[in-house]
């Protein structure tokens, strides 16, 4: 669906930062979307950051930075700029005039690479949803992403008003017919939610990169896919874990990420809702990571967002390894620190999640409390 072409593409990066922000959390923003670009397999050569009141209406940077970034587009032969933010239509196309390469906003990057991950019908079809809707105003350019993923040569800026109109109405039924075809699937995976009634669900959740599907294969017997890349996880998977004779649901979910793209939660809505009619949420984070609080905070917000902001967490610190200080003790809630990597803490970690589930079963499912369970 994507070129997987044997040579990376050269890509630079763009990022604007408020005058009022310090410089490290820009560096740190930096170094997340550096991350991002190098999963979908782009090499970075190098960085652009500016400091504005506000990103340029027209070009995003103000005009002599625009030039630094042209004439390194030549020196180094660029074939991607990525821009940490959304770019607004007209702002992308200004941009893709003046650079001649291919231009990635936040949204276009984080969309590539849930379509580079996603596995199961459901998520393909959520991502292409997200990705059309996406792409409808910003038609000019859809041209020539249209035919990368038809696997064609691009025509770069060649659409005439004509070819756009006709690539609108191609698109707006693909929109149709894609909506349609998720209805279909969600019909499906809500009878396979509700017939899981009856049973304690937990889910994992947190920033992408936290850890999550490695805890998963800690708790539960049959391995996910774990690894040093953003999003290597966008479907939903579900195991059925048995922790001190006590049964469970445990799901592994997407990971969230600061600014992900609006398109992209209204169509994993159903996905979400793993999380949404979970009973336990084990909130994963990433304590090595210095931006680590500002993810707790993103991840609370989304939560809250999705109408998930009751559900009994616990914080479970992650990657402790990596970390010499232990973080802010979380006084208003249940926290446990671990490395999922080295097996430390998992015990503590076990214990306290095995009460939850107790305390739960007891609640709401007084019919399934077996003796001999407890
Ligand atoms: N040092 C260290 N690394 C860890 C630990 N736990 C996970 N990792 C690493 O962190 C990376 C991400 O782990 P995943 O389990 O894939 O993270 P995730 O939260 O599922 O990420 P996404 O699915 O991409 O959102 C992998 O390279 C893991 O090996 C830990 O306790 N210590
Ligand atoms: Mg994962």
């Known amino acids: 669906m994507i070129e997987t072409g044997k040579k990376n593409e050269k890509g630079l990066l763009v990022a604007v930062g408020l005058k009022s922000e310090p410089d490290e959390k820009l560096k740190e923003m930096m170094n997340e979307l550096a991350f991002l670009t190098q999963t979908l397999?782009?090499?970075?050569?190098?960085?652009?950051?500016?400091?504005?009141?506000?990103?340029?209406?027209?070009?995003?940077?103000?005009?002599?930075?625009?030039?630094?970034?042209?004439?390194?587009?030549?020196?180094?032969?660029?074939?991607?700029?990525?821009?940490d933010?959304?770019?607004?239509?007209?702002?992308?196309?200004?941009?893709?005039?003046?650079?001649?390469?291919?231009?990635?906003?936040?949204?276009?990057?984080?969309?590539?690479?849930?379509?580079?991950r996603a596995k199961t019908a459901q998520a393909k079809?959520?991502?292409?949803?997200?990705?059309?809707?996406?792409?409808?105003?910003?038609?000019?350019?859809?041209?020539?992403?249209?035919?990368?993923?038809?696997?064609?040569?691009?025509?770069?800026?060649?659409?005439?008003?004509?070819?756009?109109?006709?690539?609108?109405?191609?698109?707006?039924?693909?929109?149709?017919?894609?909506?349609?075809?998720l209805e279909k699937i969600e019909k499906q995976s809500n009878t396979r939610r509700k017939s899981r009634k009856g049973i304690v669900r937990v889910a994992l959740v947190g920033y992408t990169n936290a850890g999550k599907s490695t805890l998963m294969n800690l708790l539960g017997k049959d391995k996910v896919y774990a690894k040093d890349e953003l999003f290597a996880t966008v479907d939903s998977t579900v195991r059925k874990v048995v922790l001190n004779h006590l049964p469970f649901l445990l799901s592994d979910t997407v990971g969230f990420i600061r600014k992900l793209p609006h398109d992209l939660i209204e169509s994993f809505k159903s996905t979400l809702a793993e999380i949404k009619e979970a009973d336990i949420l084990l909130h994963v984070i990433d304590a090595s990571n210095p931006s680590h609080e500002d993810h707790i905070k993103i991840v609370d917000e989304t939560l809250s967002e999705m109408g998930a902001?009751?559900?009994?967490?616990?914080?479970?610190?992650?990657?402790?390894?990596?970390?010499?200080?232990?973080?802010?003790?979380?006084?208003?809630g249940l926290s446990t620190y671990i490395s999922a990597k080295k097996g430390t803490g998992i015990?503590?970690?076990?214990?306290?999640?095995?009460?939850?589930?107790?305390?739960?079963?007891?609640?709401?499912?007084?019919?399934?409390?077996?003796?001999e369970v407890y």
Request: proline share 4%; aromatic share 6%.
């Open 41 to 83: 397999s782009i090499d970075v050569l190098g960085e652009f950051t500016q400091k504005l009141e506000y990103p340029d209406p027209r070009t995003f940077v103000g005009k002599g930075k625009l030039e630094d970034i042209k004439a390194a587009c030549r020196v180094d032969k660029i074939d991607v700029v990525v821009f």
């Open 125 to 181: 079809t959520q991502v292409e949803l997200a990705r059309f809707r996406y792409l409808l105003p910003r038609l000019t350019r859809m041209w020539t992403h249209l035919e990368r993923q038809k696997g064609g040569t691009a025509t770069r800026g060649g659409a005439g008003e004509k070819e756009i109109e006709t690539d609108r109405r191609i698109i707006r039924d693909q929109i149709t017919l894609l909506r349609k075809k």
């Open 85 to 116: 933010d959304d770019l607004s239509p007209s702002q992308l196309r200004n941009l893709e005039r003046e650079l001649k390469v291919k231009i990635y906003d936040r949204s276009l990057l984080i969309l590539d690479i849930f379509l580079k």
């Open 347 to 371: 015990e503590e970690l076990r214990a306290l999640l095995t009460k939850e589930v107790k305390k739960i079963h007891m609640k709401i499912y007084p019919h399934y409390i077996r003796p």
């Open 309 to 332: 902001s009751d559900i009994s967490t616990i914080r479970v610190f992650n990657k402790m390894d990596n970390v010499n200080e232990s973080p802010v003790q979380n006084r208003n």
